[in-house]
């Protein structure tokens, strides 16, 4: 039997932890580069390409009502102003072995916002530099 609780999902963006994600996400860590691929001759023999490429796309998805947009919206506004906001990153489950950690990270932009009848989500993009991630189970 393993146990998963959402509660135990920590992410900690230039030392601060993002607080209020939606109902249904917290973040979703995407490689940018394809890996390891392979081409095959026309007499079959194979060989396999690794792309260098180790950045990855973050995405934050935040209720609108969190305080961490104010913290992003600043972030995201001190690079474009300085260039000085790539920020150390750190996603991890608690109640499990998943962690991704990179030194350098930043917002790639705002993102678009909707008002309606009802509050909705915010989702925050972050690129990355090289990163350790490792995809673990639960305890």
Partial sequence: MKTY???KVIVIFGGHEITGFSEDSIVTVEPKGDGITSVSGCDGEVTRNMDPNEQYTVTLKLQQSS???NFLSS???YDRRTGRGIKPLL???LSGSLVFSTQHAWIINKPSVEKGKESGDNEWKLETGRADFV???NY
């Fill in 135 to 137: 995809v673990g189970g």
């Fill in 75 to 77: 972030l995201h506004d």
């Fill in 5 to 7: 609780d959402p509660k």
């Fill in 67 to 69: 305080s961490s947009n």
């Fill in 91 to 93: 996603v991890k489950d």
